[in-house]
T-cell receptor, first 115, second 113 residues
Framework: GAVVSQHPSWVICKSGTSVKIECRSL??????MFWYRQFPKQSLMLMAT?????????EQGVEKDKFLINHASLTLSTLTVTSAHPEDSSFYIC???????????FGSGTQLSVL | GENVEQHPSTLSVQEGDSAVIKCTYS??????FPWYKQELGKGPQLIID?????GEKKDQRIAVTLNKTAKHFSLHITETQPEDSAVYFC????????????FGKGTRLSVIA
């Protein structure tokens, strides 16, 4: 299957700081990327959908000014958690698909812990 | 919108036995149904998928069946092995991977050696 690389795999930060998570499609052009959030022992919750070159579409209840998503190229999308607080601590997972892929592949996830 | 129900939430089987996980969906427009395996601390891994024009698909020890009329689909794992232990998620969407997947709540499978 296609490879999606996500970094970092884990990050610890102080409350009030910002954290950037990168998601790269290594062997295909990702026209669409999705960002999910997962709490322990729960399912994946869609946060936003981003199409290359366009503004991201956020799900209801997700603050777009807090979770900044950039999808400036066909191989890279970033999620920046701004002014992080302890309640933002979670497992964040990106996924990507493309016109030639037609399936959704996930990154390895990023465990964010905000102290 | 689409709603996906998944059962059971936990499943324990003896090594070598079969495991079956079932999902139902609500939107008859959904036409793509993937299954993902997630190990602790990792992202979900696509293990098999099926589209609405097919009733069954098999890949070695894994098979998926789809009943469009009843709007349910199932994952079958035969000859289970300890390394099959993980959380399995079913999902549904209207257009393969180009539209957001709606996930079930997951099934924690434990294969006991």
């Amino acid at each position: 299957g296609a490879v999606v690389s996500q970094h970092p795999s884990w990050v610890i930060c102080k409350s009030g700081t910002s954290v950037k998570i990168e998601c790269r499609s290594l062997d295909f052009q990702a026209t669409t990327m999705f960002w999910y959030r997962q709490f322990p022992k729960q399912s994946l919750m869609l946060m936003a959908t981003s199409n290359e070159g366009s503004k991201a579409t956020y799900e209801q209840g997700v603050e777009k000014d807090k979770f900044l998503i950039n999808h400036a190229s066909l191989t890279l999308s970033t999620l920046t958690v701004t002014s992080a607080h302890p309640e933002d601590s979670s497992f964040y997972i990106c996924s990507a698909t493309g016109t030639l892929v037609e399936k959704l592949f996930f990154g390895s996830g990023t465990q964010l812990s905000v102290l | 919108g689409e709603n996906v129900e998944q059962h059971p939430s936990t499943l324990s089987v003896q090594e070598g036995d079969s495991a079956v996980i079932k999902c139902t969906y609500s939107d008859s427009a959904s036409n793509y149904f993937p299954w993902y395996k997630q190990e602790l601390g990792k992202g979900p891994q696509l293990i098999i998928d099926i589209r609405s024009n097919v009733g069954e698909k098999k890949d070695q020890r894994i098979a998926v069946t789809l009943n469009k009329t009843a709007k349910h689909f199932s994952l079958h794992i035969t000859e289970t092995q300890p390394e099959d232990s993980a959380v399995y998620f079913c999902a549904a969407s209207m257009n393969s991977g180009n539209t957001p997947l709606v996930f079930g709540k997951g099934t924690r499978l434990s294969v006991i050696a």
